[in-house]
């Protein structure tokens, strides 16, 4: 039998969601779902197709409680920008978790994904970094760069914030236009160090297949989130960095072990001291930041999860409007 499915483009989310702490909420909901009993969700199907300078991720999760469940296609072709292409494109398709039938197509282009990943950090400040953040950092220039520091200063509004790029002229760049969307002091720094000494709250955002920070640059009250790290190879943090800090956070150990920055640390012997994933930090069942002067990193991977979430999350938005194309299948 015919039934009849929702088709969403790119441009039409945008006028539908936005990154705002609602949407942190939704997310954080999903990490507390993901610590409970009766969750599904299969290790990360990844492909890197070297000879192209690119990689596709597809990831999915069923979350009891959810109507549906979403599998997320996310390719990276990273030469594209030279042919007037965007690097990042995908979709996701939500199903009911029910019947299996495709409820909706959101021809998202990777928007949905910038901002559940953006959202995730979000959580991570909330939960994790000290109460009180007078100047912040970011290494990285793109869009993870402005959208990750977006949602932290929602939950830790900084007075300051610290830009390091490979690139100067895009951090000069990244300075104007941050300073204009937050409203507050943005400055470029030539070195990785000296943002991070100055810094309560760092985030990392880069694809770097090097360690950025190391150990010697923690200093108590750090808080570091570690993104980039999202493929088999990848990695920001120093393995001994991992050893050193005071409590070292995982979106999913499992999922960490593989392709986060535990994957370089365990390969290295720099097994973290205390660790623990987020979801239980926000359920409740694991203790987190015990002070401001200790030192923290959460390891975000990207989990099949908040994809579920973020789709089911849109499919309510649209349910009264008639936002969309809907086809019969």
């Known amino acids: 039998m015919a039934h009849d499915v929702r088709v969403v483009t790119e441009a039409e ?27 599904v969700m299969p290790p990360v199907l990844s492909m890197a197709l070297e000879a ?17 469940f979403a599998i997320k296609v ?25 019947t299996g ?6 021809l998202d282009n990777g928007y949905l994904t910038d901002l559940r990943t953006a959202a995730a950090g979000g959580v991570a400040a909330r939960h994790l970094a000290p109460a009180q953040v007078d100047t912040a950092a970011v290494l990285g ?29 895009k951090a000069a760049r990244y300075a104007e236009d941050m300073g204009a969307r937050l409203g507050i002091p943005v400055e470029p720094v030539a070195e990785i160090g000296a943002a991070v000494a100055q810094s309560q709250l760092v985030v990392t955002t880069t ?43 995982a979106d999913r150990r499992a999922q960490c072990e593989v392709m986060g920055e535990l994957a370089p640390a365990i390969a290295a012997g720099a097994i973290p001291g205390r660790s623990v994933e987020l979801g239980d930090v926000i359920a409740g069942a694991a203790q987190g930041r015990g002070a401001d002067s200790d030192v923290t990193l959460c390891d975000l991977t990207g989990t ?9 999350h849109v499919a309510g938005l649209l349910d009264q409007t008639a936002v969309g194309s809907v086809i019969r299948a």
Do not use: C
């Open 13 to 39: 989310l945008r006028g539908v969601l936005t990154l705002d702490r609602a949407l942190t909420d939704v997310i954080e909901k999903a990490f507390a779902t993901l610590a409970g009993e009766g969750v």
């Open 74 to 98: 996310s390719p990276g072709f990273f030469d594209n920008p030279k042919i007037g292409l965007p690097s990042l494109n995908g979709l996701m398709i939500l199903f009911s978790a029910k």
């Open 304 to 312: 099949g999860a908040q994809d579920t979430a973020i789709a089911s």
């Open 52 to 68: 192209a300078h690119g990689e596709v991720d597809v990831k999915t999760a069923y979350l009891p409680g959810f109507d549906g």
């Open 141 to 169: 220039t793109g869009v993870q760069a402005r959208l990750q520091m977006e949602a932290a200063h929602q939950e830790r509004p900084f007075r300051r914030l610290l830009v390091w790029g490979r690139d100067p002229a």
């Open 207 to 249: 694809p770097s297949r090097s360690p950025l920070i190391t150990r010697d640059m923690l200093h108590p009250g750090l808080h570091i989130t570690a993104m980039g790290s999202d493929q088999e190879g990848k990695t920001e943090i120093a393995p001994e960095v991992l050893a050193a800090v005071d409590l070292y956070i």
């Open 101 to 106: 039938l495709v409820q909706s197509l959101f």
